[in-house]
């Protein structure tokens, strides 16, 4: 039942885009995340920044940061300068998360304000 239900998991990682590099995996045992570092970390600021929309709408300039620094750790360890943690993989992959969410956000907010402009 439990390797059936993680294999299911499993595929659901693959289908999302993420290559799944055990090296670049967070494990629990015997088991692999279903997903990388980076995007576990971008799945989950997808819900840290849902959550925060309770609150606040960050700024485009900030959400665009964010999104930035995850660009600036990929290209980095793509150029081989310097090669990245898991951890850090996590952290800027949450920080991308979140600031997609906001940027998403706003963009609908400017779509919503133009369309309630044409009618």
Partial sequence: MINGIYEIIWEVGRLSGCHQMPERSF????????LCARCTGVFAGYII??????????????????IFVMGIDWYVQYKNIKMSTNIRRLITGLM?????????CFALKL???????LI
Avoid: D, N, R, T
């Fill in 49 to 66: 920044g849902i959550s925060l929309l309770w609150f606040i709408l960050l700024p485009v300039y900030i959400s665009l940061a964010l």
């Fill in 27 to 34: 494990h629990i045992g015997k088991y692999q995340f279903p």
């Fill in 111 to 117: 779509i919503v304000s133009a369309v309630e402009y």
């Fill in 96 to 104: 991308c998360g979140v600031g997609y969410i906001h940027l998403l």
